[in-house]
């Protein structure tokens, strides 16, 4: 009889709309930091308006094709571009020489500007020397300084490569240096104690627990390289994604243009999105303790 | 391996901000940890209880007197003593078990004979079922207990614990405290071990030392068998209500009470000239 009861009871509450239970959130969600909660439905939907008006500007007429050519005539360009080529190189050789240029100069980085950071966070000389002239040169334009690279080292591809791997340089190895100081006393302590030696507790402590940095640090360095990309390939140059970008707009080729912006942004998307798998693969622990 | 640990006449003096200026962290500190013995300090804070634990790991030198672990001055940190930190201060990039047997690696002890090692010591503190787990999988009482197993891997003369349970809630540190006193009295190492929990000090400590600040300095000691009577009863709740226990307690919550009440008037003084 209870159990009927009691049945009913519950029946005749959530019949009754104004006691329907309202879903229970957890804190942080109501009255929490803004912003939370999953975007991604919104991203996607924004990128198919953007489509969506870029059609409906473009097939209207209300914007001339030379200032935004449609998509359908980008796509034909694209094509065209892979098959014929623009200004006497296909599209795949623009984009092979524009990464060996930023690829180039990223590994260059890597292997300077990360061993440098990592002197500079735990050696007091090193840091002394390093630091003004990073911080002075870190936040000019590239555009500032090509024309002493010019006059210094030519046309050539060294100067294209040096300019990119300048861009990269600083916060490659600011990021290095940071991760230096991410390790925490206790830790150090504790490997001492534990009969390590000066070079182990760098080795093996120090450098570990910088990775999430550099890592951090490399993301920002291949960013700034596509970003230099374009200026580096204004010197001199008869190839390059950033060339193609430069040359085309000289003839008002909107259409090529935007199809050396969408090969930039797809190279730079992609390769972060392998970059952020690694980083879930080899630092699993970044952010947790 | 039945070596004491010796604090003969030990001062330590930082400089102050001012240039010239000197700060008196520790005065005229003499303290024998006996072979075997467990010694716990308690103090209001600011007395230099964890100074004291810098001196004996050789994190710090003292500026006057010496430290002396057998007959061996200590200059320098080192395996033959083993530091529990309060926070965990484990590297999040190895495994449990790998954290444990880091230092035998850093010793160059191949990999079999470590391993062995420190799956005994997991053992010890009762992880054994969580070699390979990562150290963010796991609770902060189990990140302390893989602090405890690394600390004894290298077969360390002492073990140094500063306010290792500080961290943990007060149902996980009743439990590591009976696993620490497990501990002690199968490896019948020594301990010295800093606390703000004066129950918690009385209860694990054969002896126990009471420091007070301004300079640092050890004003009180006592000899205690709390924790004899634990290992015969196993009772810890009842060991703790007992009448001297409870006596014994607020004695000592007096003295540091009285200590941080001097600070506080001191405090105002100079806040008021």
Sequence with gaps: MREIGHRAGIQSASEDRKFRPKRSVAPGEQFGVPGQGDSRLISISTIFALLLLWVAVTETQIVKPLFLPSPTLVYEKFILVVNVGFANSTLFEHTLISLYRVFGAFLLACVTAIPIGIMMGVNRIVRGIFDPPIEFYRPLPPLAYLPLVIIWFGIGEFSKVLLIYLAIFAPMAISARAGVRSVSIEQIHAAYSMGATASQVIRRVILKSALPEIFTGMRIGIGVGWTTLVAGEMVASTRGVGFMVLNAAEFLASDVVIVGIFVIGTFAFGFDLLMRYLERTFIPWKGKV | ?273
């Design chain 2, 1 to 273: 391996m039945a070596a004491s640990l010796h604090l003969d006449q030990v001062g330590v003096t930082f400089p102050g901000r001012r240039p010239g200026e000197e700060v008196v962290a520790l005065e005229d500190i003499n303290l024998t940890i006996e072979a075997g013995s467990f010694v716990v300090v308690v103090g209001a804070s600011g007395c230099g209880k964890t100074t004291l634990l810098n001196l004996m790991a050789g994190f710090i030198s003292p500026s006057q007197g010496q430290v002396l672990l057998g007959n061996k001055s200590i200059s320098a940190p080192g395996p033959d003593r083993g530091v529990v930190f309060q926070k965990h201060a484990l590297l999040p990039w190895l495994n449990v078990i790998e954290n444990v047997e880091f230092g035998l690696d850093l010793q160059g002890v191949p990999k079999e004979e470590r391993r062995t090692i420190a799956a005994n010591n997991l053992a010890l503190v009762g992880l054994q079922d969580f070699q390979k787990h990562a150290i963010y999988q796991l609770s902060g009482g189990m990140q302390q207990r893989v602090g405890i197993a690394r600390a004894l891997t290298s077969n360390p003369a002492i073990l140094l614990m500063d306010e290792p349970m500080a961290a943990l809630d007060a149902l996980t540190r009743e439990t590591i405290q009976e696993l620490l006193l497990d501990v002690w009295s199968k490896t019948q190492k020594m301990i010295f071990f800093i606390t703000h929990s004066v129950e918690e000090a009385l209860f694990m400590a054969t002896k126990l030392v009471v420091m007070s600040p301004r300079p640092g300095r050890i004003t009180h000691s006592y000899e205690l068998d709390f924790q004899a009577r634990f290992l015969r009863s196993r009772d810890a709740r009842a060991v703790k209500s007992e009448p001297d226990f409870i006596r014994m307690r607020e004695t000592i919550l007096g003295i540091i009470y009285g200590d941080e009440k001097t600070l506080n008037v001191a405090q105002g003084a100079i806040n008021n000239a």
